[in-house]
């Protein structure tokens, strides 16, 4: 029998008989059509069966208790009880309202704020019904946290995430070319596994691949409240430990870290404004060098730590007078070293602990400003390092023997 049949033998309208069948108060068979319409068959059962829901409507039962019978008949028992005790509430109000009309005067005509006065004020207060008053938004509010509280577990995620990212976009200020963020695509992931886990929960329950019980929501919602604190941790982490790794070779891109990101006043002093005797021209939409090779190198981690790194080639007069520069500016700096490793001698200014060339136990921390140059070559680096647990960047790079 076709839907259009049963609503003329039972009474009822096509989306309520529809209602029934997503509630899950009856499964009669059907066939889907491509666009996914389902064209129900109901056997002479199935119509029973919505008489039966449809009778026990008419008697106030609500679909939630229908289904809690159909799942165990023995909750009819209390359910039965509830029914009565709503109706003998409903039967109360409306013989309270029954003898306040009868209190009017029969051939009295009256104005709506007199009928108002007079059938409230003999009898008790009585509320407008709650489809015809307007209720605030924190009603609303608790009304909807009551109703659906897994939207509590599934916003919370969300909003970290969207912490994270505005906290990475604001993190990503300190370079301004050629950034790639590292960490956030691990990070969202987890962090949401809450919002995944309830928005599959809520997916199978609407088309009903399997039927999910009031008992397994509330499972889930436990577990993933229970899992919020590491959602919290996890998007903290993403504060702190975004992480991003740039190089370049494009002079045009030399130097152009923003000046809010932290780095001694030595290292903004020790890099040239401008790498000396760079040749490069604009050809073809692009920076073509000449002459000299310039690299540039950056890495941000958890505490902001980096590594800054230049490196270029000077002729002997050029590394001479640059020398001098960097030994007059580091002279009096607390730290001072000279020496040299493998083909290339340096100055530098580190930190009590550290070591320049050294990655120990004891020299976890690695801050160093350090200038480097290979008197052969004419090769120049210029570089500034904040570094803990990790090797320090340009400890990677070739120093020769």
């Not at 004020?121 to 407008?128: I, L």
């Not at 730590?305 to 020398?323: P, R, T």
């Not at 060339?357 to 140059?373: G, I, K, L, P, Q």
Request: aromatic share 14%; net charge negative; charged share 25%.
């Amino acid at each position: 029998m076709k839907i259009k049949q049963v609503c003329e033998a039972t009474g009822l309208t096509d989306r309520a008989i529809r209602y029934y069948i997503e509630e899950g108060l009856l499964s009669p068979s059907y066939t889907e059509n491509y666009m996914g319409r389902r064209a129900y068959d109901f056997s002479d059962s199935d119509v029973a069966a919505l008489n039966h829901v449809a009778t026990l409507r008419k008697f106030g039962f609500t679909v939630e208790e229908i289904r809690r019978i159909l799942t165990d008949p023995q909750e009819s028992v209390a359910i039965v009880a509830e029914v009565r005790a709503r109706k003998e509430e409903t039967v109360r109000q409306e013989g309270e309202n029954l003898d306040a009309l009868a209190r009017l005067e029969a051939e009295k005509a009256y104005t709506v704020a007199e009928l108002a006065e007079a059938l409230v004020e003999p009898v008790r207060e009585v509320e407008v019904p709650k489809t015809d008053r307007m209720t605030d938004w924190k009603e609303r509010l608790v009304s909807w946290l009551k109703a659906t509280p897994e939207w509590v577990v599934m916003l919370l995620p969300v909003a970290m995430v969207l912490s994270i990212v505005i906290w990475t976009a604001f993190d990503m200020k300190f370079l301004q070319y050629g950034d790639f963020l590292r960490v956030l695509p691990w990070l969202i992931v987890p962090v949401l596994l809450p919002t995944i886990a309830i928005g599959v929960v809520k997916l199978v329950d609407r088309f009903r691949f399997k039927p999910v019980r009031t008992a397994t929501r509330v499972m889930v919602v436990v577990l993933c409240v229970l899992y919020m604190p590491v959602s919290l941790i996890l998007s903290c982490f993403g504060f702190g430990f975004t992480l991003y790794e740039s190089t370049t070779d494009n002079p045009a891109h030399y130097l152009q870290t923003d000046r809010s990101f932290w780095m001694p006043q030595l290292a903004w002093e020790l890099f040239p404004d401008e790498p000396h005797t760079m040749t490069y021209t604009w050809q073809e939409g692009a920076y073509q060098q000449l002459a000299t090779e310039v690299t540039y190198h950056y890495y941000n981690n958890y505490d902001g730590k980096y590594d800054l790194y230049a490196a270029w080639q000077l002729s002997a007069e050029e590394l001479a007078a640059e020398v001098a520069r960097v030994e007059a500016l580091m002279a009096n700096e607390a730290g001072y070293i000279r020496g040299s490793h493998g083909d290339f001698a340096y100055l530098a200014v580190a930190e009590e602990l550290c070591v320049p060339f050294e990655m120990s136990e004891r020299y976890r921390w690695h801050d160093v400003t350090m200038f480097a140059w290979n008197a052969a070559t004419g090769e120049v680096r210029y570089i500034s390092c904040d570094r803990y647990g990790t090797e320090p960047w340009y400890m990677t790079l070739d120093w020769g023997e």
